[in-house]
């Protein structure tokens, strides 16, 4: 018999106004927000890869009174750390812990795609354990050889990470099931499958963890399908697992990977904006063909357990969306700032249209802007939005 997976040490302190991923998740799932309990929503994962993004995140977070909750992938880290991830990773969160010092909301950080299978990954996660708030530890897939990894080898790579993370107050989330797409670099593969709930039960219970991705039938990246056939997920599949997951123990939320649902007004600003260039059809083609999630799909998510949703390839549209349009307003004005708020302004207004989505707003305070209001339009500036809607 295997010793009992060690539970998740929940008298940990963090940082000042920092909190396990956790410990945010399965709020948003039993519904609390201040002394109330009401409808259970959820926590976007924001993917952020530079500083102006950590920046709009927090904004948003303040502006609404959300849980917030960042994510890193590795190849993000790359990215903070001028090629170093373990730089990057304390670089990135002595940022972030020095906002949420003065910050009105609870913040958590936490390791997208984690790779414990290789040793320049393994390094970065160790690191992510001493330094962040929860990692993910993504061992379903074999990404040298593309090729699902055999169900024990997850369940042992998984608890290793449990054995050294729980007992220090981190949260892990366990993936099961292959998602297909492609995220980054990192993040590729060709092929999915669905979960499987004996599959569950036994990853569950073997691994101890309480954050768990299973699959049914997201993908990652922009082009979930053929262009004008809708994304259709196995919701019934997603409540048969809750159920199966609830029965073991009912503090473990799962995690959407792959859910973008994606903005049309970003997808007709950014479309505008290459009319007004010339020779741009085959990018304004790429643009029509994006392919995203429809929320009545993540809402149906969210009601089966599904209250930690990653949310990246929305956010990305947006940003390149707005500096089209920077471009095309102005492109001789010598000031990297300017272009960099236009990019960190719409960044936040689709971090804050993902929150109110999610139902993630008035959880530490009141919203300081009316969430009912907010009409998230590319066109108009941040601080008239935010006027307008209060
Ligand atoms: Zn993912």
Redesign the pocket.
């Known amino acids: 018999m295997k010793k009992q997976p060690p539970i998740l040490n929940k008298s940990r302190k963090f940082s000042d106004n920092m909190a396990s991923a956790h410990a945010l998740v399965v709020k948003a799932k039993r519904g609390e927000k201040g002394n109330t309990n009401g409808k259970g929503y959820a926590v976007p994962a924001f993917n952020v890869t530079t500083f102006q993004g950590i920046n709009a995140a927090m904004k948003a977070f303040e502006l609404l009174g959300s849980s917030g909750l960042m994510a890193f992938s590795n190849s993000a880290l790359k990215h903070f750390g001028d090629g170093d991830q373990v730089f990057g990773l304390d670089v990135a969160t002595s940022y972030i812990e020095k906002m949420a010092k003065r910050s009105s909301v609870k913040i958590a950080t936490h390791l997208?795609?984690g790779d414990y299978v290789t040793e320049p990954g393994r390094k970065v996660l160790q690191a992510a354990v001493q330094r962040l708030t929860s990692v993910m530890a993504d061992n379903s897939t074999d990404h040298a050889n593309k090729v699902a990894m055999p169900l024990q080898d997850n369940i042992d790579l998984t608890r290793e990470v449990v054995d050294m993370a729980h007992p220090v107050g981190l949260s892990v989330e366990g993936e099961l099931g292959v998602?297909a797409g492609e995220?980054d670099e990192d993040?590729k593969s060709d092929f999915s499958t669905y979960t499987n709930p004996d599959e569950l039960k036994q990853f569950v219970e073997e691994t101890g963890v309480l954050m768990l991705?299973p699959t049914i039938g997201t993908m990652?990246g922009p082009n979930k399908g053929k262009p004008g056939h809708k994304v259709k997920l196995n919701i019934p599949l997603a409540h048969e697992l809750l159920a199966t997951a609830n029965e073991i123990n009912n503090d473990i939320v799962f995690v959407a990977?792959?859910a973008s649902t994606l903005y049309p007004q970003v997808v007709e600003y950014a479309v505008e904006q290459l009319d007004k260039m010339s020779g741009r059809d085959e990018d304004k083609q790429k643009w029509n063909d994006f392919v995203g999630t429809d929320w009545d799909q993540i809402e149906g998510l969210i009601e089966a357990g599904f209250c930690k949703i990653?949310t990246d390839t929305e956010n990305r549209q947006t940003f390149l969306s707005a500096l089209l349009g920077a471009i095309n307003e102005n492109s001789a004005k010598i000031d990297i700032r300017w272009y960099d708020n236009q990019g960190t302004d719409a960044l936040i207004k689709s971090y804050i249209q993902k929150l109110i989505m999610a139902g993630n707003y008035g959880v530490w305070h009141e919203p300081k802007m009316n969430v009912e209001k907010f009409k998230f339009d590319l066109g108009i500036s941040l601080s008239d939005l935010i006027s307008q809607s209060v």
């Open positions: 997208d795609h998602l995220e993040t991705a990652h990977h792959g990653n």
